[in-house]
């Protein structure tokens, strides 16, 4: 550790340059890693925030909710043989304020079920992102697609649905826009092995998530963005060492023809690599918490402790394993031999 601690000190512009190129890798890995679960949030909190279970569709569907229609019968089969199951239905559409402006939303409709909202008929309850547009409790809203007018009975936090917010609809009320009887999905909450019923294909909210138009695309690449810098990251210090190891060859021989271990050799190389990266994941970790109250409002941006925890514990390890490839050149560090080549 002595000998690591004086080689850190003789060559600090080495060490600063990588310590620089991890901070500078691993805060833009915190900051799209962030952006990606804000996206995720932003596109499914509808449906990443109800509990574990089974979304159900039409067979004939093609695992696109938009075309399944449940049959009455076989939605009563469903929900009245499973405890807290529900029908639902998500569509897209919009409606006009008493400025008659108009706003994107999801409107949302259930069977009576403690997972969603209930209203009654010329109700709706908004997510809250609305009420900073300036719709208020209480204000009319319409729908060109509806007879009758919306009463605002309230609002919820965070619940959006293909990046607009959701509003909660009576069930009669979403009939009559869309012109269906049949509701799209059948609920089945809990974490029992999924029950199959005839006509109808299950999935998982998981599964489901990745029938939503849109998100698998989006998620997909920003992941592999995420992790084409953690694996850059292992590359650098692989490469880092491999440099430095290259021009401590004969030093490495004269350390073994004195009696240092190649487990000695490595383990110095180790604590370089931890001493770097504990400093440049410090900084980022800071930073990148710092972003998260100050990005601007609207963006959607979520990075949150666990996953800057398990990130930073993945950096660890790939530098770990990219100083020890580098480092393989030390055990075949033969000591008279490095030194008689004059590489010292």
């Known amino acids: 550790m ?4 004086k080689e850190i000190r003789k060559s600090k512009a080495k060490f600063i340059i990588l310590g620089s190129i991890i901070f500078l890798v691993s805060f833009l890995t ?27 569709m039409n067979e004939e569907a093609n695992e696109t909710y938009n075309l399944s229609k449940i ?12 405890k807290d199951a529900a029908a639902l239905s998500i569509q897209m559409g919009f409606v006009n304020d008493a400025d008659d402006k108009q706003h994107s939303v999801a409107f949302v409709t ?12 010329g109700e709706i309850i908004l ?7 300036g719709i208020n409790v209480g204000d009319t809203i319409t729908n060109n697609q ?9 609002f919820v936090d965070q619940k959006k649905y293909s990046h607009a917010p959701v509003a909660y609809i009576n069930m009669e009320n979403y009939k009559e826009i869309y012109g269906v009887e049949d509701m799209q999905l059948v609920f089945v909450p809990g974490n029992d092995k999924e029950q199959a019923i005839d006509g109808l294909q299950s999935f998982s909210n998981k599964e489901f998530l990745n029938t939503i138009p849109s998100y698998s695309a989006e998620q997909m690449s920003l992941n592999m963005i995420v992790w084409f810098l953690v694996v850059i990251s292992g590359m650098l210090f692989a490469i880092f060492f491999y440099m430095m190891n290259v021009q401590k060859i004969g030093l490495y021989g004269i350390l073994k023809a004195l009696g240092v271990k190649t487990s000695q050799l490595f383990g110095m190389m180790w604590s370089q690599m931890l001493f770097i990266t504990a400093i440049a994941l410090t900084l980022s970790v800071a930073l990148s918490q710092a972003f998260t ?9 979520s990075l949150t402790i666990q996953t800057t925890v398990q990130l930073s514990l993945i950096f660890v390890f790939i530098g770990f394993i990219g100083a020890t490839l580098s480092g393989i050149q030390i055990k ?5 031999q490095a030194i008689q080549q004059g590489e010292v």
């Open 2 to 5: 002595n000998i690591a601690w």
């Open 30 to 56: 915190f900051i799209i890693s962030g952006l990606s679960n804000g996206l995720s949030q932003d596109n499914a909190a509808l449906i990443k925030d109800l509990p574990n279970g089974q979304f159900y």
């Open 71 to 82: 049959d009455e019968k076989l939605q009563d089969k469903a929900i009245n043989n499973q």
């Open 110 to 121: 259930s069977t009576d079920s403690k997972l969603f909202e209930k209203v009654g008929e």
């Open 127 to 133: 997510d809250r992102s609305l009420e900073e547009d």
């Open 146 to 154: 509806f007879s009758g007018e919306f009463k605002v009975k309230g």
């Open 293 to 301: 109250m100050i990005a601007p409002e609207g963006m959607p941006f």
């Open 332 to 336: 075949k560090v033969e000591p008279l």
